[in-house]
């Protein structure tokens, strides 16, 4: 079972920025589209980028040309580049593989990682 951990988010004045990362523990999740989705309170969990194993990247309109997704294969990782963030950006934001385009995932949930935009 892949085990994934999100880290890197944190409190942030709005217009700031943070990195967040994700960690996977199996390197065969480098062979598959990696995504960054978040759930603010009582709102379902939305998918906000993607990139592909070959670094084809996708956004929602909602954050395109403020966040910017990548990933380090030799370590495992996916990257995800918040700037100028605005309060409606909080959430929980979380990693995952998702399998076509709809809402199945490839692996369990991981804790996911606190963003909070508040002046």
């Known amino acids: 079972q892949v085990q994934l951990v999100e880290s890197g988010g944190g409190l942030v004045q709005p217009g700031g920025s943070l990195r967040l990362s994700c960690a996977a523990s199996?390197?065969?999740?480098?062979?598959?589209?990696m995504g960054w989705y978040r759930q603010a309170p009582g709102k379902q969990r939305e998918l906000v980028a993607t990139i592909t194993s070959g670094g084809s990247t996708n956004y929602a309109d909602s954050v395109k040309g403020r966040f910017t997704i990548s990933r380090d294969n030799a370590k495992n990782t996916v990257y995800l580049q918040v700037n100028s963030l605005k309060p409606e950006d909080k959430a929980v934001y979380y990693c995952n593989a998702p399998i076509g385009g709809g809402t199945l995932v490839r692996a369990s949930w991981g804790q996911g990682t606190q963003v909070t935009v508040s002046s």
């Open positions: 199996r390197s065969i999740f480098n062979t598959y589209t």
